[in-house]
């Protein structure tokens, strides 16, 4: 009997699957073995456990990270903010008591017409001046043609003049 690459081939090929097959067969049939396969895959049970919580944990910390970020950003708003409103409230008390200076100095010359330029005092607006105790009242005078209407010793408005009567 002779015997071709491709029947020895066959017959190798066989002759391993049915090796295979026998120990397959007694490994199942063994106890001990069926320990370690439990066991090996109580092990790959637990390493994926750990995998997961290890995965959470790091998404905890993360989200933890990123929420004190935010909070960290909103205090800085926040103390942005009231610095911005501080500064706010000192310009606007400087310039009511700008004002007021520059009404009392008025009352006392009694001149016919102080400019802020002579007094030098930067601010040509007084909007912001409005909440001071000061009244609003805008008259307008005949003699004065560059500018219809001045500024009156008690009043507040964009014209940087004022005259007493």
Known sequence: MVFDDASWDTLINDSVDKFVQR???????????????????????????EQIKRNV???????????????????ELKKLKKRRKDQRKKVMKIRRQTWIAFRIFVMIFRSEIVTLDTL??????????????????????QE????????CATNIGNWNTAKLN
Request: aromatic fraction near 10%; include cysteine; proline fraction near 1%.
């Open 23 to 49: 120990l397959e067969k007694e490994f199942r049939e063994d106890a001990e073995f069926r320990k370690e396969v439990l066991r090996h895959e109580r092990w790959r049970v637990t390493e994926k456990r």
């Open 57 to 75: 944990s790091e998404q905890k910390q993360e989200a933890e990270k990123q929420a004190y970020a935010k909070l960290q950003r909103m205090r």
């Open 120 to 141: 030098d005092i930067e601010f040509t607006n007084y909007k912001h001046a409005n909440s001071s105790p000061i009244s609003l009242e805008k008259r307008s005078f």
């Open 144 to 151: 004065i043609r560059k500018r219809k209407s001045c500024i």
